[in-house]
């Protein structure tokens, strides 16, 4: 349903049940966890200062990789006892991607689907809450004119189902890479459970 973009509208179908978080994960969650190693942040990444005027806690975090991103959902999944989702040190691509991600019942990443089913929230609206990107998203203007990169999570207005940030702030990652052949972005086919590129 984007008037701007450059893939055909295809429908899709995801059959199986899911959480997301509902803001970006904090600098505050990423520096307690085991998965962090002796990795802190200080009050700039990137040349860029997070806004905030007493704790960057509360600030997204950045500058992490994809490895690292997986490496964190496992740690979540060993403080719960659920199933660890990536290999325990997430250095192999290919063999860390499940062929199947929707079969592990511990933390990962969202696929491409389930990120834009959550962002989308049930709404026909440009950005995720809003059909007004400042409304509900930290972009361009709003940041890197004023000098600033990254803003405390949940900030701004949620989308329809209570999740932040979704647009702008800064960029998530999810399970499953772009590829110009993933599921119906030229053909229009409709999908169910889609997996991405490589699986």
Partial sequence: ??????????VVTLTKDFWIGETEITR???ESSPAN?????????????????????DCPADTISWYDAAKYCNALSAQEGLAACYLADATDL???????????????????????YAARAGQDTEFSGSDTAADVAWFYVSTFWLGTYAHEVATLAPNAWGSYDLNGNVREWTNDWYSTSYGGYWSGESQTDPVGSGA
């Avoid at 290919?94 to 834009?116: K, N």
């Fill in 1 to 10: 349903g984007d008037p701007n973009g450059e893939y055909t509208d295809h």
């Fill in 28 to 30: 505050g969650q990423w």
């Fill in 37 to 57: 190693g002796s990795w802190t942040y200080s009050s700039i990444s990137n040349g860029y200062p997070c806004t905030t005027s007493t704790s960057t806690s």
């Fill in 94 to 116: 290919a063999a860390a991607y499940l062929t199947d991600p929707y079969a592990c019942s511990g933390y990962r990443l969202p696929t491409e689907a389930e990120w834009e």
